[in-house]
């Protein structure tokens, strides 16, 4: 006869903690073996915010020349200061780090909006961020700096770039390793293996009458930066850098269409050959407004050029950023969505203005610098600005309306129409890698 084995309350309790000592055994196996992240690396977090364009609505917007500029440049300026408190209390409730903003601080460079953006940066320092800023295309030596208390328009003090770096003394330009003696360029060091190489590619001293939306690297600050990467490279030490202007064509053609030709900066090709060889890998950029990502491979050696677009421009983005130590750079998107304007529904409202905005500009242009008859231009420029909202957005594709004014365009045999279908088909087919949600490895 087979005895039933006897359990006591004992033995019943021995098996559950044998049980549970089994269980975590074999999910520490696991683990081990899916190599999850060391918890000494826990990547560096970083936000980029750019384009921030802060004007003062204390210092007026009345006046024509305030709504011409709107008609020529169709930001979210009205409704600036709204949205950026929403972004800096976003961006205080994340656990980045590190605040990477590549430029276009203020509307056009104004003293007093500069003084007040640094009082904002300040409050996310105060949060426990690190914040580091360069210059942009609007923000020194802007003969358009005004206020607009009715018309004429009042021009205003703006900054020379030794009070640009005064000012943003706790942004990056007192925590300086290294500055480069010919730009407001530096190198700021973001861990003890990890640094920031800031570069200033903006151009101050043209003399004209409005501020040059192109950017350039002079010689010296080229080969500045080329041997500060190469210093890196010897020392073993991981390089983040930050510009203000796409080092890297975003789209097929930008740099020679005459509308999008002084978003990239000058001798590209030449600047990101040489980065990339020197041991560049990542570049956070601004200026066009738009969430993109690309890459730029020299013989064996590849960057990333990853584009930030404006909280002035829909979908008013903004990213999360993790750099592990095995090279791995986490991507992500956010965009701004509680701000309060007629309607109720912000993400839908800042769609309609770029959309019409961008409708009303490139009809204009089109007509009066490009020669395009009235109703042929009225037909396009709307699927011109809906490449622009798409590109912006990132992750663009091809729509019917898209293809079908493609084909319309290019049967009329004329070289400006020819021109116009090739930049609608560049700005909606997006270069790899993907543009808001990604890793890449460096
Ligand atoms: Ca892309
Ligand atoms: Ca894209």
Not at 131 to 155: C, E, L, M, Y
Not at 182 to 191: D, G, H, K, N, R
Not at 239 to 247: C, E, G, P, S, T
Not at 269 to 280: D, L
Request: with cysteine; charged share 20%; aromatic share 8%.
């Amino acid at each position: 006869m087979k005895r039933e084995p006897k359990y006591t309350a004992t033995t019943r309790y021995l098996g559950h903690i044998l049980a549970t000592i089994f269980l975590l055994t074999l999910i520490v196996a696991c683990s081990e073996d899916e190599n999850v992240i060391e918890p000494a690396d826990t990547g560096l977090r970083m936000a980029v915010i750019s384009d921030l364009h802060y004007y003062d609505p204390s210092l007026g917007m009345e006046g024509q020349e305030w709504q011409m500029g709107l008609f020529a440049d169709p930001k979210l300026l009205t409704e600036n200061a709204d949205i950026l408190s929403s972004l800096f209390a976003s961006v205080k409730t994340t656990d980045a780090e590190v605040v990477l903003v590549p430029g276009d601080l203020t509307k056009d460079g104004e003293k007093h909006n500069h003084e007040a953006m640094a009082g904002f940066l300040r409050s996310l320092e105060s949060s426990g961020k690190k914040v580091f800023v360069v210059p942009g295309n609007h923000d020194i030596n802007n003969p358009v700096a005004k206020s607009f208390h009715g018309d004429p328009a009042q021009n205003i003090p703006g900054v020379t770039p030794a009070e640009f770096a005064q000012i943003y003394d706790e942004f990056g330009y007192g925590e300086a390793t290294e500055r480069d003696p010919a730009s407001l360029s530096y190198v700021a060091e973001l861990q003890s293996d990890l640094w920031l190489i800031a570069i200033d590619d903006c151009v101050y001293n043209t003399g004209e009458e409005t501020p040059p939306t192109y950017g350039s690297i002079s010689e010296a600050t080229a080969s500045w930066v080329v041997a500060k990467l190469q210093q890196a490279k010897a020392q073993n030490i991981r390089v983040v850098a930050m510009m203000h202007h796409a080092l890297v064509e975003h789209f097929t053609g930008q740099s020679s269409f005459p509308v999008t030709a002084e978003y990239v900066v000058s001798d590209w090709q030449q600047r990101a050959s040489s980065f990339a060889q020197a041991g560049m890998k990542v570049l956070f950029t601004g200026h066009f407004h738009a969430n993109d990502v690309v890459s730029y491979t020299d013989g064996s050696s590849t960057l990333y050029d990853v584009s930030t677009g404006s909280p002035l421009s829909a979908p008013c983005p903004w990213r999360l950023a993790t750099l592990y130590k095995d090279g791995r750079l986490i991507l992500d998107t956010r965009t701004i969505s509680n701000v309060s304007v007629p309607g109720g529904n912000f993400p839908q409202y800042a769609t309609e203005y770029l959309n019409t905005g961008m409708t009303n500009l490139v009809a204009y242009m089109l007509v009066n610098d490009f020669g395009v008859p009235e109703e042929l231009a009225g037909q396009v420029a709307p699927v011109v600005a809906a490449a622009y909202v798409a590109n912006y957005a990132g992750d663009e594709e091809m729509d019917t309306a898209s293809e079908q004014a493609v084909m319309m365009l290019n049967s009329l045999g004329d070289p400006t129409a020819s021109l116009l279908a090739q930049l609608i088909t560049s700005m909606r087919t997006d270069l790899p890698p993907a543009d808001n949600v990604l890793t890449v490895t460096l």
